[in-house]
Every structure is written in C-alpha cells, then in structure tokens.
C-alpha cells in the first residue's frame, strides 16, 4: 500500500476521520493497532502475524528483564530477544545470500556442493522493526527506559504505520509517552502534516520517479553509454534516492502529525555537507544515530585508550566494522557491503585529514572562507554520488565500469530522454536547498497570506500529478 496510492488515500482518510471522531484514548489505540495490522496484512498477512508474534515476545522478555534482579538472568532474556530478532532478519533477508556466497566460494576452489535455495518472501520493512525491537529490549536492560507494561502499547510502537515498512526508526523511550499523551485536534498541526504530505509526494512523483527515467537505462547497461550519460546518471540517482526516502519520511511525518504523533526528523539536506562525518549526521538520522549507539559505542567507539596510536587504530577498527554492517543491513549483496566499506574509509580518511589541516592553521583557515567551504560541500557530494553506484549497481562489474567511465572521459550513447528535464530538476532543488538553507523561506512562509499558501499547496499537488512518470515506482528502501 503505497503512501502515494489512491488505495492509501482512502484507507488513510478513513483512519483519519475515525480516529478523531472516537472520544475515547484507549479505542483510539486499538484502532490504530488494527490500521497498522491491515495496512500491514495488505500486502502479506501471514508476515504481519509474524511481526505480532515477535514483538509479542520482545514484550514479555522486557517485562521479565525488568522484573529479574539478577544480572545473568537479565542477560540471557537479552541475549534470547537478540538472537531471535536477528535470526528472523537472517533468515528472511540474508539466507539465500549466505547459501549462494558460499557455493560461489566452494565452486571457485574447485567444490562441485549445490546448496539448496530457500523460497522465501523478504517481508518489507524487517531491518526498520526489527532495529526498533533491538533498540527497546536493550535500553530495557539497560535501565535506560522502563518496560512498558501495556501490550497494546509496546505493538503500536513496532507497528505503528507511518513508520513501519521504510523507518525512520523510532526509539521506545520516545514513542511510547506519546501513546499515553492526550491527544487534541489542532488545527496547525494539521496544517503542518499536510505539508509534510505535499512535500512529500511532490519529492516521490515529480522527482525521484522522473529521475529513475534517466538513471535506470545507465545502470542497465553501463558500457554502452558516454560519461556524459553516466554522470547524468549518477547524478540523477544520487537526486531519486534522496527524493524517494526523504519524500517518503515526509509523508510519515506528515502522516503521524494527522494523528498526533511526531516521529524523528530523518533528513536534513546531507547534500549541503561540509563533510563526510556531517553528511552522516544529516542523512538517514535515524539509522545513523542507531548504528552510533548500539553499534560502534559498544564496540568501544573512539575513547578508552591511553595510548593515541592505539585509540586511533581501535577507532578506525570500529568505524570499519560499523559502516560495514551498515552497508549489509541495506541489502543482501555484496555491492552493499563494498558500500558500506566505502565510507568507512571516507570517514577514517576523513579524520586524518581533519588532524592534518589541525595543524597548519593557515589551511584550516581557507577550508573555513566561502570558497573553502563551496570546495568541500562539492568533494563530499562528488564522493557520495561515487558511492551510489556501487550502492544501485547490481554486480562490481557493472560498479567498476561505470566508475571508469565515470572518471575517465569516453565516448558512447547519449540518454534516451532530452537532458532539459534533468536540468530543471537539478535547478529546481538547488533553489530549495538555497531558500532553506540561507532561512529565508523560514523568515518569508510564516509572513504570507493563507491563500497563498494554499495556491502553493495546489500548485504543488498539480504539480506532482501532472509531472508523475505513467508507471510509478515503489520506494526505494522498501527493500531494507
């Protein structure tokens, strides 16, 4: 059921206007449960059960958790939660990946094995829910948050339907007090919602699924084309999938303000960063921030070592270990952990150059003038569009020769669709970046009048129905 379907259209307009016409709180919960079940079972229902049964189960291991005093006991329930959490998300998303890697392996030193292959159905969303189970039954061990004592509760907070199949990923000890909240209708926070719903249609229709025209033929089959298709091309993805996860937060967002219910800020125009290390605290927030927290700060992260030598090493061990689970959480193939590994060395590379320019303030000082900091938004963009080829290719093959042909000039088929669309949808997110970035589109929208703001919204769904390719695409991380 996809956000920009008539189908959730309707669905989404009858949750709406039942949901505030009900007085009571406690029905409002269940309604939301049974929405989130069938916006869920839509697609598969059996995989939905699936999801209650888990998170059944991560309810009752918090419960005993908080109710064990011993240590041991409380982390074997944690270990338990882990290892079945994980073992789903393997076994659904990673089996077939695993099975298939090492037949490869056996076979190119001389095996002759055929492993079986699993007929299974990837459940859309498992890596978002299941990172959002992980993150409530260990901050419950923890003592970071308490375990929450009502069912209906804890499987509104995995199953919520705004969040549920592409993210951003909620923590419980934000969730969770919001169920309990009184919710009132609020007519600016309608219009707030609506506006994230626009802005987030307009980005999937009038932008990611127009650029999927001029990437897809590319990446099909890069050696036939001519560097400049492919850095159109890449250019273009870099745009589509920007546009596609981000238009989708925005819908989510604007979906959960309709209902009373704020979810985490996801983007925050990584394109504009100065850096690598800033582009992952814009890009993708919630992942991020999870992978900070529950992954490279129990591996130690950057502090617990006298030595500098050797707290530099243990750093750079565990940025490497981090981005590179995080490259293999987005998908089962190997071009995602090459990814992942990518810019594990942008963000070590990225540290010893800021150590270097540390120490020779005359450099610093030019990297912090406009020109200097022009220069590094444009070499950080120019690494991460780098890094989504290996990230939309289907093999390294196909990486490897769209990166030559990306960096070395060659001749070859020109794009199948005249470049003036292209062209304007660059410019037209570059103008939307510079308004909001300089904070004059923060300064001007409160000053005009409801009118315009209406003709604005209009304008803007016209807009995205007119400009929308006839065959749509469903959203990108709707595979993670």
Known sequence: MLFCSEKFLVFFTIVFIAYWALPWPRVRVWLLLG???YFYASWNKWL?????????????????????????????????????????????????????SLEETLHSVGGTASLPVLRVILPIGISFYTFEAINYTVDVYRRRAPAERNLAHFMLFITFFPHLVAGPIVRARDFLPQIRRPKRWDWLRMQVGVQFLLMGMFKKVAIADRMALFADPVFANPGAYGSGAIWIAVVAYALQIYCDFSGYTDMALGAAHMLGYKLAQNFNMPYLSVNI?????RWHISLSTWLRDYLFIPLGGSQGVACPHCQRTRTNRNLMITMTLGGLWHGASWTFVGWGVLHGFYLIGHRYFRDFAKTRPRLDGLL?????????????????????????????????????????????????????????????????HALAQSGLWRKWSPRLPAPVLGFGYATALTL???????????????QF
């Open 277 to 281: 290390s800033e582009f992952w605290r």
């Open 464 to 478: 995205a129905l007119v400009l929308a390719p006839d065959s749509g695409k469903a959203f990108i991380y709707f």
């Open 48 to 100: 939905a059960l699936i999801i209650c049964v888990s998170t059944a189960m991560d309810y009752f291991i918090a419960r005993g958790m908080e109710a064990w005093e011993s240590t041991r006991g409380r982390r074997l329930l944690l270990v338990i939660s882990l290892v079945a959490n994980l073992g789903l998300l393997v076994y659904f998303k990673y089996a077939n990946f695993f099975l298939h």
């Open 368 to 432: 912090q003038t406009m020109p200097g900091t022009g220069l590094r938004v444009a070499a950080t963009l120019f690494c991460v569009c780098l890094g989504w080829i290996f990230f939309r290719a289907a093999t390294f093959t196909a990486a490897g020769s769209m990166i030559f042909r990306f960096l070395v000039p060659h001749a070859g088929l020109s794009l199948p669709l005249p470049a003036v669309g292209f062209w304007y949808t660059v410019g037209c997110v570059a103008l939307c």
């Open 35 to 37: 929405a989130s079940f």
